[in-house]
């Protein structure tokens, strides 16, 4: 059970924390700057790629690289 | 007897005039987009990257997209790495500096009604002595009255490690990634998204690079070579000879991650997270964030923040020990000299700001300094390096 608490907790959290928004009070979700794609270019994501142990999490593919 | 006042009269033409010139300007003013056009967007980007240990990165970007009011799109991109280096790696080498180009092409197709979504992309890229292709494919669907969308995705990644004039026919090592990724985007809120998502990869292959050559000590001496050792210091301590680095064929790599985004009334605050998990005994924690403030109705700027952690993988060692035995020299079966597969932590702090021209238009620059420090590694114990990226975008119909 102790292993399953973070989970229950997390659902939880997120059951209580869902809100119910119509489609025309979803102006500010539409925001260009809430678009997750903005977070980063091509070249931001290749040097995280190369300079960083870990991959993933961005949801992007790229290609491999020989680059270090 | 009293004058008549002209005054009336030249309103009253003034009017006229007004009117026959807003006539004038309404049929000139452009039509309103047709529901029924092509929606194009394009971004363009160049991005510098330079860092204290001599190594500096020129990689000019560019982007388009066509979407069809049916849900259809097409997408292709194209990147320019230009890489000069004369790391302290290559320096202790004695190799001089060398610089590298690298082509990177993608290409994309996918359909969304806007519940459901199919995306497939291909992505090649190419270098003197290294290729790489890769292809993957999307599926997303909203629910729960579009408060939630669930995206899950495969890819395939296949590397080709060679040398400079050597045909990979000749010598090649070859590797492949699968990536199996599930993301789920849940609006909390009028102005609040949340996505957690998870990664597994799946690798296997030769990972290891080829013109890694790693310095070997014996028992005694190895205890004595300090963190950032120099190259003169570890050129005297060394046994002769260097070997090879040499990495596991198999590594399973998973990533969790959530991304929390909030919309203020003037500003936007996104925060990422990451927690990373590796069979090489790698651990890692990412934190990632930006605060978009609106300063003008078309000026934004914005701090942002990044701070990344990571343990080294278990066969890590900053002196690798060698043992002479019947004449040849016995080494761990793995071992590797990339400090990014060592303990490092590294914290960036960057400013943005952007502007729109024009509606549907954005010009934007931003600028990164970045330290990294790493504890337990040879010739170098830290690094500054500064990244700037200007970007422009915009969208047409």
Known sequence: MARCLPAVIAVALLSAGCARVAPYARGRLAHPSMDPSADQGPGRAGLHAVQEGAIGGVGTRTSGCGCN | ?397
């Open chain 2, 1 to 397: 007897m009293a004058l008549p006042n002209p005054a009336p009269a030249r309103l009253r033409r003034l009017s006229y005039a007004a009117l026959l010139i807003g006539a004038t300007v309404n049929a000139q003013a452009p039509p309103s987009p047709d529901p029924s056009a092509v929606r194009w967007d394009g971004s363009a980007e160049v991005s510098g990257y330079h860092d204290s240990d001599h190594v500096t990165v020129f990689t000019p970007a560019a982007r388009a997209r066509a979407r069809t009011p049916s849900g259809w799109s097409a997408s292709g991109g194209y990147l320019i790495d230009i890489v000069s280096a004369a790391s302290v790696d290559i320096v202790s080498t004695a190799s001089p500096r060398w610089t590298e180009v690298r082509h990177a092409a993608n290409l994309g197709a996918g359909y969304d009604d806007g519940v459901t979504g199919l995306a497939a992309t291909g992505v090649a890229s190419m270098e003197p002595d290294y290729v790489s292709w890769s292809a993957g494919l999307q599926l997303s669907r909203a629910f729960a009255d579009k408060h939630a969308r669930l995206s899950l995705g495969y890819g395939y990644q296949r590397n080709i490690a060679g040398r400079t004039g050597t045909p990979f026919a000749v010598y090649a090592l070859r590797s492949d990634r699968h990536t199996v990724d599930a993301r789920l985007e849940l609006v909390l809120g009028p102005a609040t998204t949340l996505t957690p998502g998870l990664d597994v990869m799946f690798e296997s292959g030769r990972q290891e690079k080829p013109y890694r050559w790693l310095p070997v000590f014996d028992d005694e001496t190895a205890d004595r070579v300090p963190p950032g050792a120099s190259i003169e210091l570890v050129d005297r301590l060394r046994l002769p000879g260097r070997m090879a680095e040499r990495l596991p064929d198999r590594r399973r790599r998973v990533a969790a991650s959530a991304r929390l985004a909030h919309r203020f009334r003037r500003s936007t605050l996104v925060l990422w997270e990451r927690a990373y998990a590796d069979g090489w005994g790698m651990l890692a924690n990412t934190t990632d964030a930006r605060w978009v403030f609106d300063v003008a109705p078309r000026l934004s700027v914005w701090p942002a923040l990044r701070l990344h952690n990571q343990s080294a993988v278990t066969f890590w060692r900053r002196a690798y020990v060698g043992r002479f035995q019947d004449g040849r020299v016995d080494v761990p079966s793995f071992r590797t000299g990339d400090r990014e597969h060592g303990r490092l932590w590294t914290a960036t702090l960057g400013a943005g700001v952007a502007v729109e021209p024009a509606r549907d238009s954005r010009l934007s620059l931003q600028l990164d300094g970045a330290y990294t420090e790493f504890p337990d590694t040879l010739y170098i114990d830290h690094r500054w390096a500064t990244f700037v990226v200007a970007g422009f975008s915009t969208r047409f119909r």
